[in-house]
């Protein structure tokens, strides 16, 4: 079985993060960047399913050369090969357009099951699963708790507002987790020395055949218009009786 792991690098949720003024997008340089935290829940299901079952690991990313980082954590974690797609162009991609380089690498590299976090830390959308198994027209199931393939068949169960859904799809298909129950497990020396012996391909949108003209920012879909720190001081002095009546006002109490 190969499953494909989605690991997005995203800049730390501790951390404080600023846009470009000039174009509403993140400034990278000087934010602390991480693995997506649900991301790694994927990895962990997917390097469990492997040791389960049988089959390869591959790490997949769309990022700018610096997300290389994010790839060589899964190797080290015990990925067995990655993938990077990497242009100039991607600047400032949205969701529909990283759907489509994503689609177009998973189709060259092949796959029975793809995982990824059911959310991301910095776009916080929701929709990677259900855009790529359009995409692919493969059947999806998000937002899984519990994960489990049995045969041909992916199954897990999805927490609701009055409990839970049981979902099951044939393979190949497209899951997203929250947390999972296993804790996803920390890197090790020597799986940080193997990872460097382990191969790391970077394709462009020319590799995938994919026109730069339907990606990047002049293209998106979706972006950032204004951007500005909320007033903190507003209603925030004085005594307790000052703030009832502020509340009150605006007829929160």
């Known amino acids: 079985m190969h499953l494909v792991v989605l690991v997005k690098q995203v800049p730390d949720p501790t951390a404080e993060r600023r846009l470009d003024p000039a174009d509403g997008t993140l400034v990278r340089d000087t ?3 991480v693995v997506d935290p649900l991301d790694l829940h994927a990895l962990e299901a997917a390097l469990a399913l492997r040791e389960a079952s049988g089959g390869t690991v ?22 067995d090969r990655a993938v990077h797609v990497s242009d100039p162009a991607l600047h400032g991609a949205c969701a529909p357009q990283t759907s489509a380089v994503l689609a177009a690498a ?18 916080a959308l929701g929709v990677m ?5 359009e995409r692919l027209g493969v059947p999806h199931l998000s937002g899984l708790r519990t994960l489990a393939v049995t045969g041909t068949t992916v199954t897990g169960e999805r927490a609701t507002e009055d409990g839970w859904w049981e979902l099951a799809a044939d393979l190949p298909a497209v899951v997203s987790t929250w947390a999972l129950p296993s804790v996803p497990r920390r890197r090790s020396v020597a799986g940080i020395r193997a990872a460097q012996a382990k191969p790391l ?3 462009t949108l020319t590799d995938l055949d994919v026109d730069p003209a339907t990606v990047g920012l002049a293209a998106a879909t979706s972006r950032v218009v204004s951007a500005g720190r909320p007033d903190r001081t507003t209603g925030r002095t004085g005594d307790t009786a000052e703030l009832v009546r502020f509340l ?5 109490v």
């Open 106 to 123: 998973l189709r060259r590299v092949g796959f029975d099951l793809v995982l990824c976090g059911a959310a991301s830390a910095d776009g």
């Open 129 to 133: 699963a259900a855009l790529l198994g």
């Open 31 to 33: 934010a602390d960047a």
């Open 201 to 203: 391909t970077t394709w």
């Open 58 to 79: 591959t790490a997949l990313t769309v990022g700018p050369p610096p997300a290389t980082a994010a790839l060589r954590h899964a190797l080290a974690t015990g990925a």
């Open 248 to 252: 009150a006002d605006r007829a929160l």
